[in-house]
């Protein structure tokens, strides 16, 4: 029997924007990762890109008024970050569930396809240095992105249809606390809290 869960999200650390400012760049990798060619029309669309902002910096898609938004596969790859974390700690629910990622991908469902946020003050910019390790020596680079601020929400709903796994969305919901949404997660952006909304 299908079960279908919502959602009301409330940032507590801002979130960072994960989209290229640069429509043709943005075509290009949407194209080359897209197993459906008919969906990167709509996503380059979706991308604003604004001819005095850095091209490198990351953005969030917006709808048609405007309104920023996640895109349900955003919400699936964090069910499945939160599903092999949570894989590692005893006494998990996930630690059970073998296929987590087959479950995820076949069986579990974000009702929506786009998630507009429901911003609570200003979106700012986020910079900070990247380093990385290349057979030149240490690389830095800066980084910059559209922060959405914390206190900020999103709501979703989540169709499981087999009822034995509504527990597991429940526990990965219960990660974003710790670790949440989108880039730079391990500094803190992105968690959340949540409150599950019944009719």
């Known amino acids: 029997m299908a079960t279908t869960l919502k959602f009301k999200v409330t940032f507590i650390e801002g979130v960072l924007g994960t989209c290229t400012n640069n429509k043709e760049i943005y075509r290009e990798f949407i194209a080359s990762k897209s197993p459906d060619a008919s969906t990167v029309e709509d996503e380059v669309a979706a991308v604003g890109a604004d001819e005095v902002v850095e091209k490198t910096m990351t953005v969030f898609p917006r709808d048609e008024e405007g309104r920023p938004f996640l895109y349900d596969y955003q919400v699936k790859g964090f069910f499945k970050s939160a599903g092999k974390a949570l894989r590692r700690c005893t006494d998990t629910k996930s630690k059970k569930e073998k296929a987590y990622i087959q479950v995820i991908e076949d069986v579990i469902f974000i009702c929506e396809r786009k998630i507009p946020f429901n911003i609570n003050g200003e979106i700012t910019l986020c910079q900070r240095p ?17 922060e959405i601020p914390a206190g900020s929400s999103v709501e979703f709903s989540v169709l499981c249809m087999n009822d034995e796994h509504v527990p597991l969305v429940r526990e990965w919901m219960d ?5 949440g949404f989108l880039q730079w997660r391990n500094s803190g952006k992105g968690r959340f809290t949540y409150e599950e909304i019944t009719d």
Request: hydrophobic share 25%; charged share 25%.
């Open 175 to 179: 990660y974003g606390k710790y670790r």
């Open 130 to 146: 990247l380093r990385a390790q290349t057979q030149q020596g240490e690389r830095i680079s800066l980084a910059c992105s559209e």
